[in-house]
């Protein structure tokens, strides 16, 4: 945790006060906090996603999802994604960009310095169908499984592969920015659980990341699991709850579902005898 992060906790937390947010979740701190007490909604925030990357002037950007104020805090945020109101993020980079869906479609703001107001610049985005990129920390390869390890060595392969083209890596560790990319020129990006201590579910906290991204993807015509299963309908067990994600371009997404369905002789074989990925 970052000085920054905390600053832009506070900052969100502090603007709130007169907002209809009667609870507020955020990745900073350890429990929920009730803002109004007469608010109807509540807010899961990921303040300032990607601050690992300030030093470098890499973008970085904000998460966050609402859902109707239940009774109770806990009743409030564990609950499944498809229950969600509005979910979506800003992107601070060379615009400062606001997408965000309220369940029909994805809309695109940016923020006019000159009038300090939100121009609408783009109405039902959707993820392009098709594209030659994906995005993995590559560095953790040995630690995947076995289904994660044959989509990207079929991948990597590339025109002498079963896929029978080459494709480009890509990998930000900012996932505000993986996702205005992925919305943006398409692709896939992956964050498996793999065999290190802390990361049998992954890294990615549902809640405050997985679920508002999955929700303005497939709002976007896109995809998102955990690998295998869709990921929306999963409720969180606590509000830190992580989850292995996978979203972008819709067949993609599908394609490494289908890898998880493999036999263990297929996973586990070279890429070219895996006949049923030949296209």
Request: net charge negative.
């Amino acid at each position: 945790q970052k000085a920054l992060d905390v600053i832009a906790d506070d900052a969100f937390s502090t603007a709130l006060a007169t907002t209809p947010v009667r609870y507020y979740a955020s990745e900073e701190q350890e429990v929920v906090v009730e803002i109004n007490p007469k608010g109807d909604l509540a807010l899961a925030i990921d303040p300032l996603d990607g601050s690992s990357n300030i030093n470098a002037n890499v973008s970085i950007g904000t998460i966050f999802a609402i859902y109707p104020a239940a009774a109770t805090p806990e009743a409030s945020f564990l609950r499944p994604g498809t229950e969600l109101l509005a979910g979506g993020y800003v992107i601070y980079g060379p615009q400062v960009a606001l997408v965000v869906t309220f369940g029909d479609g994805v809309q695109k703001y940016v923020l006019d310095p000159s009038s300090t107001s939100w121009v609408l610049v783009g109405e039902h985005l959707q993820v392009p169908v098709t594209s030659t990129e994906f995005a993995i920390n590559a560095s953790n390869y040995r630690h995947w499984q076995a289904p994660v390890r044959a989509y990207i060595d079929d991948c990597v392969a590339g025109a002498e592969g079963p896929r029978a083209q080459n494709f480009n890596m890509r990998w930000v560790a900012s996932l505000v920015a993986e996702t205005h990319r992925i919305l943006t020129r398409g692709g896939v990006f992956l964050y498996p659980r793999d065999d290190r201590k802390g990361y049998g579910e992954g890294r990615l906290r549902y809640l405050y990341e997985c679920a508002p991204i999955a929700f303005l993807m497939t709002q976007a015509g896109g995809g998102a699991t955990d690998g295998a299963d869709p990921i929306l309908p999963h409720v969180p067990a606590h509000l830190h709850a992580r989850t292995p994600f996978v979203f972008g371009s819709v067949e993609k997404v599908a394609r490494i579902a289908a890898y998880h369905d493999l036999p263990d002789q297929e996973t586990n074989a070279l890429f070219n005898t895996r006949g049923l990925f030949r296209s």
